[in-house]
């Protein structure tokens, strides 16, 4: 009888420790899953206990930026933009002038913001801008007062009359995550806020359409365009660049 207690107590005692140690490998998941994932400084920045720690992209800007300043650099013209800026090399096109690309790939309207000490380093006389692709995920009265901000604070950089304001450009069908037709309209909305600031607008859109949508034989992945494909941009704006 004795011994069948104690096997009952042993056996229970196993059990206990066997949820102990089950408890103990899920808190101990849950710790890990929550560092990596940063779900406990989520919360005490949403408690106000830490403040949000820099994007670390915000480093690589200022350091970039910080190389601008530094050379001293005196442009003729300043591409601003995102990836498809960015694959351009306009000073082929333009080979009597200074011109520098800061288009920057995956930059939205927010980031081209945190963007503009580049451009006053490099004192241009002309900024063509080329924004808002990136954007497709925010609603249309945040597009329009994001796209006027960027408008407003390129203003305190460069006169409205050195600002020319290029519309997006269409896609293919290729891109499922983006509609021509929402394209359009915010092109539209584009337009207004240019001519609201007395800035240039330079409609890249229909040089690029063809029945609204980007031609495949132009594009690498229906978005992007193809090296050979960046002549008709260049073409478009030229008597922007020498006027």
Same mark, same amino acid.
């Given at each position: ?32 899953? $929550? ?39 005196? +442009? ?11 694959? +351009? ?41 080329? +924004? $808002?692709?990136?954007?497709? $995920? ?59 600031? $007395? ?29 050979? +494909? ?14």
């Amino acid at each position: 009888m004795k011994t069948k207690k104690v096997l009952i107590k042993d056996g229970f005692w196993k059990k206990d420790l066997l949820w102990k140690l089950i408890s103990l490998i899920f808190l101990l998941a849950f710790i890990v899953a $929550g560092v990596k994932g940063n779900f406990f400084q989520k919360v005490l920045i949403r408690l106000n206990v830490i403040e949000k720690p820099m994007d670390p992209d915000y480093w690589a800007v200022r350091g970039w930026t910080n190389t601008l300043e530094q050379l001293g650099y005196d +442009a003729d013209i300043v591409f601003f933009g995102n990836s498809i800026t960015y694959g +351009a090399h306009f000073n082929k096109y333009f080979q009597d002038l200074e011109v520098v690309n800061l288009g920057y790939p995956g930059d939205n309207i927010k980031g081209m913001l945190e963007r503009l000490p580049q451009i006053r380093c490099l004192k241009p006389e002309k900024v063509f801008v080329m +924004a $808002g692709i990136n954007n497709r $995920g925010t609603s249309d009265d945040k597009f329009r007062m994001q796209y006027a901000e960027l408008i407003d604070s390129l203003l305190t950089v460069v006169p409205a009359e050195c600002i020319y304001v290029e519309s997006m450009l269409p896609v293919n069908y290729f891109r499922k995550d983006h509609d021509n037709d929402d394209i359009v309209r915010r092109n539209g909305y584009i337009k207004t806020i240019a001519n609201n600031k $007395g800035c240039r607008f330079i409609d890249l859109h229909s040089v690029y359409s063809r029945n609204g949508e980007l031609p495949a034989e132009l594009t690498i992945d229906g978005l992007h365009l193809r090296d050979e +494909a960046y002549s008709l941009w260049a073409e478009a704006i030229r008597r922007y660049v020498y006027e």
